[in-house]
């Protein structure tokens, strides 16, 4: 929810018009806010004299509810912003060959060690930020592919953690999983930079594509039987940047990646905004598809959740 009586007006309006701009590149079409909150943005958009771009959002969700993937979780995750006007023309993406012998592990490890000694994503990290690489099991069917890390991942240098984490935790424990038993890993290993005080901006299409064969070597050490990947971002990094494309019409479909099974879903960041059942019912058919293609045991009683 959009707490809007916590900053200044222009502050407040600017906020919201760029959280709506964030909510429909992911392919939102409705939105819900709180009686106090549309007052505070009324009050807001007076003191300020002004008024916000015009944007598309309609009406708000009639199932709106706490269910959750047990038990709730009512953090929200900041505000994201547009890239910056000092972003410029990336570098050339690195050329890159994993080693053709020894273990899963030792490729992994010599893999790790590059990503965390390239000069560019070294240079691209906030002031006390961490380059942030895959974690999971190496024998895992199921990769999780996220977009770049927010604020607490970089810090701790890990991805999913924080509340959009600790949700998908959730949503791989409903599984029948545990996060050993999958892989995490980000299109961008880093947290992309910005000039605003708060929030995360998504990455740039430059950026994706020069992260890109660390991720590819990612899939190609792990060769996971499903690529899950989170959000609109995270799918444009995979199936290359298009501006046509809508969120609500990829997921639910089954997509190729290098020849590797893909679902589409929502980020849990998107749960987190829109924690109505219908939501969570998207995503929760999503992940049952998953299993069914993985070949987990469904149960009646996860095949009822959200209905």
Known sequence: MIEASQLDPF???????EELKRRRSEGETSLYLEDSTLLSLQRALLAQGGALEQ?????????SDQTDFPPELSSSTPPRTEPSASVGR?????????????????RWEWLRERVLSCQVCNEQLNPGGKIVFGTGSLDA???????APGAEEEAKGTPFVGPAGELLDRI??????????VYTGNVVNFRP???????????TPEEMNF?????????????PKVIVALGKTATDGLLGHDPNRRLGQMRGNWHDYSDIPMMVTYHPSYLLHNPSKSSKRKVWEDMLMVMERLELPISEKQRG???
């Open 11 to 17: 502050e407040a309006t600017r906020a919201v018009l």
């Open 55 to 63: 944007e598309q959002v309609i009406g708000n969700e009639s199932d």
């Open 90 to 106: 990336f570098p050339d993406p690195p050329c890159l060959q994993l080693p053709k012998d020894g273990s899963k592990a030792k």
């Open 141 to 147: 069917d199921l990769f999780f592919c996220g977009e």
């Open 172 to 181: 791989i424990s409903a599984m029948g999983l545990t996060r050993e038993a």
């Open 193 to 203: 930079r910005h000039e605003r005080a708060f929030g995360n901006r998504p990455p």
């Open 211 to 223: 992260c890109l064969p660390y991720l590819r070597a990612q899939l190609e050490v792990v060769q």
């Open 305 to 307: 959740f959200f209905q």
